[in-house]
C-alpha cells in the first residue's frame, strides 16, 4: 500500500507553540500513536544540538510528542546515543547534562532522557540484516527493549551524506559507538600541503587527535579519523578535503543499512516526523552556532521512512527551487540513501502526500 506523509504547514518563523500544535495534527491525522499499547516503552529518538547549536528541534515541540504518547497509553521517555567525537555528548553523563541545558530536562519534556547505548556508548547489540554492505549491524543495546519509536528528525545538508533527516536520524544516530565507526570508516580526509597555511586550527579541534603537524603542515593520520568532518568546517584556507564522489555512497548505504537493523523489531509501531523548520546546510552536530538557509515549511509524518526523507526532499525542491540537500552540498546525491533504504526494503519512495 503506498504510504501517507501527512504535512502541516505552518508561517516561517512560526513560534514553537505553533510548531507543537503542528505535530499534534499530523501524529493525529495519521492515528500513529493509536498503535501504542497500554505501558508500551516508547522511545523519542531527539537530537538535542551540539554546544552551540541553535537550530535543533524546540524542546516544547517534543514535548508535545512525548505528552501524546502518555495518553495513548505508553512510557515514552528521549532517547539518543553518544558522539564518536569528543563534545557534550561524548558519554551518558555529559549528554544528560547537556540535554537538559538545551531545554530537554524531565520538567520540561515530560520524559526523563536515557542515553540508549549505556554509560559510554558501547551497550550494543548485533542485529542480522538483509543487507549488501552488512549481514549484521551493531545497534545500541537499550533501544531493542523497547516497544514502539517515535523519531523526531530536523532534515538538514550534510557533508558527508547530503541530507540528515529520518534515515540517518536512525541508521546513525541509534547506532552503537562501534557502529558508527563502522559506518564512517570510508570517509578520510586529506590536508593538501600546498594549501596549509599551519593554522593550527584543525589540529585543536580534531575531537580524536588525529591530526599532526609534520614539516610545517597538518597531516591526518588516516588510522585514528573517525569522519566527523570538523576539519574541514574549520579550516579557512579549503586545504582539507573529502574525496566525496567515492565516499559518501559508502557512507550512505551502510547508514541505510544500519536504520535497518534498528528498526527490524519494531514493526508498525514506528512514526517518523520530519521538522522542516530552522534547517541549515549543516547538520546539528557541529559546534557552532548556523543561520537559518530556507524558509520554514511546517511538520511532515509518517509511518515509513523512506517516504518521509523522500518527501522531504521533494518539498524543499518545490519550496526552495532545490531541495535541500543539493543547496547544500551540490556535489553529493541524497538519494543513495533513499534508494538503498526502498531497495533493501525499508520503504517506498512513492508515497500520497496529505496536508493536514
Ligand atoms: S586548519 Fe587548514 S590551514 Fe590550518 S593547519 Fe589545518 S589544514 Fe592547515
Ligand atoms: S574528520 Fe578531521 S577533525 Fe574529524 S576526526 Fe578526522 S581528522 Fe579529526
Redesign the pocket.
Known amino acids: 500500500m503506498t504510504p501517507v506523509v501527512y504535512l502541516a504547514r505552518i508561517a516561517d518563523g512560526a513560534p514553537p507553540e505553533e510548531q507543537a500544535a503542528a505535530l499534534e495534527n499530523v501524529l493525529k491525522a495519521g492515528g500513529f500513536l493509536e498503535r501504542l499499547q497500554r505501558l508500551d516503552m516508547v522511545a523519542v529518538k531527539v537530537h538535542v544540538g551540539e554546544k552551540h547549536n541553535v537550530t535543533h528541534v524546540h524542546p516544547e515541540v517534543v514535548a508535545r510528542a512525548v505528552s501524546l504518547a502518555r495518553e495513548a497509553g505508553g512510557q515514552p521517555f528521549l532517547t539518543e546515543t553518544a558522539t564518536l567525537?569528543r563534545g557534550e555528548r561524548e558519554n551518558a553523563v555529559k549528554h544528560a547534562l547537556h540535554a537538559h541545558a538545551h531545554g530537554f530536562g524531565i520538567e520540561a519534556t515530560g520524559a526523563p532522557f536515557i542515553s540508549a547505548d549505556g554509560l559510554s556508548g558501547t551497550d550494543e547489540a548485533e542485529v542480522r540484516i538483509n543487507g549488501e554492505l552488512h549481514r549484521s549491524v551493531k545497534i545500541a543495546g537499550q533501544i531493542l527493549l523497547a516497544d514502539a519509536l517515535v523519531v523526531i528528525s530536523h532534515p538538514t545538508g550534510h557533508m558527508g551524506s547530503g541530507l540528515g533527516a529520518a534515515i540517518k536520524n536512525v541508521g546513525m544516530g541509534l547506532a552503537s559507538r562501534a557502529g558508527k565507526m563502522r559506518q564512517h570508516s570510508s570517509?578520510?580526509?586529506e590536508v593538501e600541503p600546498e594549501k596549509c597555511e599551519n593554522c593550527g586550527k584543525?589540529r585543536q579541534?580534531?575531537?580524536?587527535d588525529?591530526?599532526d603537524e609534520r614539516e610545517g603542515v597538518s597531516y591526518?593520520r588516516r588510522q585514528?579519523?573517525?569522519?566527523?568532518?570538523?576539519?574541514?568546517a574549520v579550516c579557512r584556507y579549503g586545504a582539507?578535503k573529502f574525496d566525496y564522489a567515492i565516499e559518501s555512497p559508502v557512507l550512505q548505504k551502510s547508514m541505510a543499512e544500519h536504520a535497518a537493523g534498528a528498526l527490524a523489531h519494531f514493526g508498525a509501531k514506528t512514526v517518523f516526523i520530519n521538522v522542516l523548520v530552522n534547517m541549515t546546510r549543516e547538520c546539528d552536530c557541529l559546534n557552532k552556532r548556523q543561520k537559518k538557509a530556507f524558509a520554514d515549511v511546517g511538520i511532515l509524518a509518517c509511518d515509513d521512512i523512506v517516504a518521509a526523507d523522500q518527501a522531504t526532499l521533494d518539498i524543499s525542491a518545490r519550496e526552495h527551487c532545490n531541495d535541500l540537500a543539493h543547496q547544500s552540498f551540490p556535489k553529493l546525491d541524497p538519494a543513495i540513501q533513499i534508494r538503498h533504504a526502498e531497495k533493501i526494503g525499508l520503504g517506498s519512495r512513492r508515497y500520497r502526500l496529505v496536508e493536514v
Do not use: F, N, Q, S
Open positions: 567525537y570517509i578520510t580526509p584543525c579541534l580534531c575531537p580524536v588525529a591530526i591526518i585514528d579519523c573517525i569522519g566527523c568532518g570538523e576539519c574541514i582539507v
